[in-house]
């Protein structure tokens, strides 16, 4: 978003822009180098200036026509914008060589930096049934061409705690306009939401005019940016199962620090406060899953991750009864740690359990050495974030940037 777009959305509307909304739809705009502040300072004085008058009615139809591109019509042209699933899967069934296309947020770099070209190209964003977030009640199903922003505020509304980590993925134009299947089939190791809905279990739904077939998430990548989809397939809905019905929410934190690491080892679950950023994902009687995914990149802001790591725990009288862990920047693809789970499922949820479980995960990858990270950096981060997991369990949110409000000058 613009300065002009956050004088539209809030300013004319007499809603005041603090400093954390300025830098939140500022997201992705602003020099990496320099111009933060001022331009930080300008959206917050803007309450102040004259209003000015525009005739949205008149903006709006010149902006309608930008999504009637002539060729979008055309038999005979390269670039084919089907509008329903039936014709989306004819063209692919006839052109299973072109490059399909969302948002453009990867391919188009392809184009402008890599200087690739296509002779054919399939844009799936029209298709309506792909464009569709369906509540099933135990699921919600996304379909592929559904925007990022969409896709990642169907899954904090029934998770809370996972808004923090969709504000941090890429900046706001890009979750504005990449997809959630594309990030999916693009299949990089590094790619965010892989790594969350693996340890959520999702399932993808793969179509084509001789039928559908659905697997797990992690199924569908067999090597660096290579999947199982034929040349006539193309990916069609992420299943993604909601919060477990079961125990009862935990107590809120008291007031204060929180506990100090030398509180918690050995202590089993029960008996401690876990932190308030767990347990938020489902509303009353939804409160079993124990879910954290952690981001590791060089800013905190408009970054791709050296590390993802997503973890849930099902906990029942201080046992693992489940664990599901999704791994990302430490192999040649989005991964489940099986090893780690197993380590995990059935044992004590104690200090020692945990030790035992990160010398697994440490051993469970073998990351390489790239601009983002070592390989030795990966390794010791991965088991240190199932440590934080840990800590977080036991009340310990001095950890977590979540817990840090910053008070903006008088």
Request: contains cysteine; proline residues 6%.
């Amino acid at each position: 978003m613009s300065l002009f777009g956050i004088y539209q959305n809030h300013v004319s509307r007499g809603e005041p822009v603090t400093r954390a909304l300025a830098q939140e739809e500022l997201s992705g705009n602003l020099c990496r180098c320099t111009g933060y502040r001022p331009i930080l300072d300008a959206a917050q004085a803007m309450g102040s200036l004259p209003p000015v008058e525009i005739d949205e009615a008149d903006l709006l139809s010149k902006m309608e026509l930008l999504t009637h591109a002539p060729c979008a019509s055309e038999a005979d042209s390269a670039y084919k914008m089907p509008r329903t699933l039936a014709a989306l899967l004819r063209a692919r069934a006839v052109h299973p060589k072109a490059q399909l296309v969302a948002g453009c947020t990867d391919v188009g770099l392809w184009v402008t930096k890599q200087h690739r070209q296509f002779d054919e190209v399939i844009d799936l964003t029209r298709v309506a049934e792909l464009r569709r977030i369906d509540d099933h009640g135990d699921e919600i199903v996304i379909g592929a061409a559904v925007t990022l922003a969409d896709a990642f505020a169907a899954l904090v509304a029934d998770r809370p705690q996972l808004r923090s980590f969709a504000s941090r993925f890429a900046g706001l134009p890009v979750r504005n306009s990449g997809t959630l299947g594309g990030n999916i089939a693009n299949g990089s190791p590094i790619g965010d939401s892989m790594p969350l809905l693996i340890a959520l279990g999702a399932r993808v739904v793969l179509m084509s005019e001789r039928g559908q077939r659905e697997m797990a998430l992690e199924a569908l990548y067999t090597g660096y940016r290579a999947n199982v989809m034929a040349e006539d397939e193309v990916l069609g809905w992420i299943r993604v199962p909601k919060p477990n019905s079961g125990s009862p929410h935990p107590c809120p934190l008291p007031e204060g620090e929180g506990v100090r690491e030398e509180e918690v080892a050995n202590k089993p679950f029960p008996g401690i406060t876990p932190s308030p950023l767990w347990g938020e994902g489902g509303g009353e009687g939804r409160q079993s899953e124990f879910l954290r995914v952690y981001k590791i990149s060089k800013r905190f802001d408009d970054d791709i991750s050296a590390v993802c790591l997503a973890v849930i725990l099902h906990i029942d009288n201080g046992i693992v009864m489940h664990a599901s862990i999704g791994a990302g920047g430490v192999a040649a693809t989005p991964a489940r740690a099986v090893q780690t789970e197993a380590a995990l499922s059935g044992q004590p949820w104690t200090f020692d359990t945990v030790q035992r479980a990160i010398t697994v995960l440490r051993a469970e990858f073998s990351p390489i050495t790239d601009m983002r990270a070592s390989a030795a950096y990966r390794t010791k981060v991965l088991g240190n974030l199932l440590q934080r997991y840990w800590l977080e369990s036991q009340g310990m949110t001095q950890i977590n940037l979540e817990s840090f409000v910053l008070e903006e000058e008088a």
